[in-house]
């Protein structure tokens, strides 16, 4: 379709609207009506003319409905109304409505236009080095974005995942292709942004997550929450997506069904993960799913054995306001030699009695948990060593980085405490090349499967890390 089509628009008709800005807010994005920002007969106009098409938001089906923005197909997340729009009772989705209401009579609006691409040449300036493990799975992560392959990079917490996807990254760029990183959480976006931005000063890199202002701009290097993906429609070229395992992706269909809308037909799709699924290492382990290995830290230690202490029935101390005696002994250790550490529990509940048995003992001791107001505020205290000791729930299981600190589980049985969540736990220590090593410690009422799976999975990679030569000598 020839670029020059839209000139048929009269401009006098709309003078302080333009034909290319419709297109260009438009680009790789999937709308509602009445969130465009546009005069209706100018849209109706590029419909005519077949510069946007549109879809319809709710569709029926054999067993009853699918909204075509975020894939719901569950009967209870459906509801109806008197619609003033067409007259009648009017079906929408309840699961996206956060984003505006789509029913039965509001369709989406998509650009009919290919992205416009532009070409980069070496765009990298990075002047780190990659560790082996690094190089070679760089490697096959950048055949994978020149072939349009789908592939899963297993890499050990601290193996340096995103400075893996640098090379990638750059070939992608040099085609022209257009990528997404995708995270589920919001500080992960807004901790890869600028070292993007630093690795690629030449390309325009948005961050997109609730909130952001970066939401209406079109750029070639995109990092965004997975949620964000529900707004773009055959965008990437290449798909990245950072914590495969990590909630809200691996439990919300939604989010996975946003993935495959927002990437193109024909898109590399890249998958990171520390701690995959039982059933994807299984697929691996068959053949059955392209994945590379990094098995061993950028700084060439192993990563360090969590060891099992059986501490009794400790949720019964708890009730009467005390500890188990090695678990006091673990953290007066701690706390008499200078070494941070985190203690991980079940619950929040668990959590407030903890800190307040432990609180007379030392009181700059604190506790943390996803519905904490001054969790941010605590975790800052944390890094900067005026916390000894922080109590936390598994929202600290990943994605903060102290370089010296110990790490305890009280509880390691509890059911919340999955393999991948313990593998993620004991991988807060050893992450610093000056202090690659520490002591994770699961005090435990009875060992599960899922410790015993977390343990030899750690044993594994060092294992393998090993025999592709990875590791330091001693």
């Known amino acids: 379709m020839p670029s020059n089509r839209t000139s048929v628009i009269s401009p006098q008709k709309h003078p302080h609207v333009s034909s290319s800005e419709l297109l260009a807010f438009l680009a790789g994005k999937r709308f509602l009506l009445d969130e465009l920002p546009f005069p209706p007969e100018l849209i109706q106009s590029h419909y005519e003319h077949g510069y946007l098409s549109y879809q319809e938001g709710i569709v029926r089906t054999e067993h009853g409905y699918q909204c075509m923005r975020c894939g719901n197909r569950q009967v209870h997340l ?69 072939n349009n392959e789908e592939w899963l ?12 996807l640098f090379p990638g990254i750059n070939r992608a760029l040099e085609l022209g292709k257009r990528v997404c990183i995708a995270t589920p959480r919001t500080d992960v976006v807004l901790e890869l942004a600028p070292r993007l931005q630093q ?3 030449s390309v325009p890199v948005i961050a997109l997550y609730g909130g952001s202002e970066d939401r ?28 495969v395992d990590a909630f809200p992706y691996s439990v919300e269909p939604m989010l996975q069904y946003a993935t495959e809308q927002a990437r193109r037909e024909t898109a590399s799709l890249i998958y990171l993960t520390a701690t995959p699924h039982q059933s994807w290492q299984q697929e691996i ?3 059955r799913r ?26 019964k101390k708890v009730k009467r306001g005390t500890l188990p005696a090695n678990v006091y002994a673990w953290i007066r250790k701690r706390i008499q030699t200078g070494k941070q550490a985190f203690l991980f529990v079940p619950h929040i509940e668990l959590l407030q009695r903890v800190v307040s048995i432990l609180k007379p003992f030392d009181h700059r001791i604190e506790g943390v948990h996803a519905e904490d107001d001054e969790r941010k505020e605590k975790v800052r205290a944390f890094r900067k060593g005026e916390i000894p000791l922080l109590v936390t729930t598994t929202i600290l299981e990943r994605g903060v ?15 919340i405490f999955t393999e991948g969540a313990l593998v993620q736990i004991a991988g807060r220590v050893g992450r610093s090349a000056h202090y690659p090593n520490g002591d994770i410690r699961f005090f435990h009422y009875g ?28």
Not at 401 to 415: H, R, S, Y
Request: one cysteine or more.
């Open 216 to 243: 209406s701009k079109q750029a070639p290097l995109v990092i965004a929450t997975t949620h964000q993906l529900l707004r773009f429609y055959r965008a990437f070229d290449t798909m990245i997506i950072d914590e």
């Open 153 to 164: 990079v297993w890499a050990v917490c601290g193996a340096g995942k995103t400075e893996v």
């Open 401 to 415: 980085t102290v370089p010296n600190i110990d790490v305890a589980v009280l509880g390691a049985e509890d059911d």
């Open 290 to 315: 392209k994945a590379i290995t990094i098995p061993a830290r950028y700084h060439g230690y192993p990563l360090p054995i969590p060891s099992f202490e059986w501490c009794g029935n400790w949720r």
């Open 285 to 287: 382990k068959r053949g």
């Open 199 to 201: 690795a690629f000063p």
């Open 447 to 474: 060992k599960t499967r899922a410790m015993v799976q977390a343990r030899r999975q750690i044993i594994r990679m060092n294992k393998e890390a090993t025999e592709r030569g990875l590791l330091k000598s001693p």
């Open 78 to 146: 459906f509801a109806s109304f008197m619609c003033a729009r067409c007259g009648k009772m009017c079906t929408y989705c309840r699961q996206c409505i956060a984003m505006g209401r789509v029913s039965e009579c509001t369709p989406l609006v998509i650009s009919a236009f290919p992205i416009e691409s532009t070409v980069y040449e070496q765009p990298l300036v990075w002047n780190g080095a990659l560790s082996k493990g690094q190089r070679q799975a760089a490697e096959a992560v950048t055949r994978a974005i020149e």
